[in-house]
């Protein structure tokens, strides 16, 4: 059998079941578990499953922007006060969309003044609020999905800028690879802010390192910054510490 008709009956048993395990797999289809592994090693790769520990997941589908605004409240809130705290007075920063770029910019302080551009409707709104704060929006088509616009016009009004800081929402990070994003549009936004940035900075979920995300955006460098949630594997954070990207730890919450 070929291994692109093995990774075919993969996704479709991982679209049935939502998982598939390496031994079973290797029994049925009569090859190594070696070569199971390569083969959800790529399947992650381009996307299409989530591997864990002996087998793999099914990638969820993205939920709209809506439904994950309640969602990790208080973690969101923790990554929003140390980001905040970054953003340069008198600069230029792009502040992505996302549930945790939108409690970065209610975390912003009173007497921060910068200019901020968004894609995002709700980032821009909560912003006005902020008499120090110059807004800018990219314009175009909002996707609801994502709440925010990720098309041509979108990426057309970023062609001439030169942000100081990149406040970027994060689809999956890779500790070898990189930032990497879920779809073609987004990323082809995400990218361009990117590259035009002096610097990067994301928060950064225990869910969303090694989840199978496409699109490579960045490799970690000096230039980035991930806030890490407590949980992430120490392993994983040694590995981007080593390739130049500087992490800030997020304290452990203390029991009351």
Known sequence: MLTRERQSIIRSRLDLAGKVVAAELS?????????????????????????????????????PYGERLGENRAL???????????????????????????????AVPADRQFAVVTNAPAIAATLMLRENVEVIMTG???????????????????????????????????????????????????????????RLIAAVERSKVGNGAPYHIADFSPAITLVAEPAIDETDIKTIEAAGAEIVRLEEEVSK
Request: hydrophobic share 45%; aromatic share 6%.
């Open 76 to 106: 969101k809130a923790r990554f929003a006060q140390v980001i905040a705290d970054r953003l340069p007075d008198g600069g230029l920063v792009f502040i992505d969309s996302g549930s945790t770029n939108l409690a970065v910019a209610e």
């Open 140 to 198: 175009g088509r909002v996707d609801r999905d994502l709440g925010a616009a990720v098309d041509a016009t979108a990426l057309a009004a970023i062609e001439n800028l030169r942000p100081d800081l990149f406040v970027m929402g994060t689809c999956g990070i890779d500790p070898v690879r990189g930032v990497f994003a879920d779809r073609w549009d987004e990323y082809l936004l995400k990218r361009a802010v990117a590259d035009r940035s002096a």
């Open 27 to 63: 029994a049925e289809f009569g090859v190594s578990e070696d070569t199971i592994r390569r083969d959800l090693r790529e399947m992650a790769a381009a996307g299409l499953c989530e591997r864990v520990y002996g087998g793999a997941l099914k990638v969820p589908a993205l939920r």
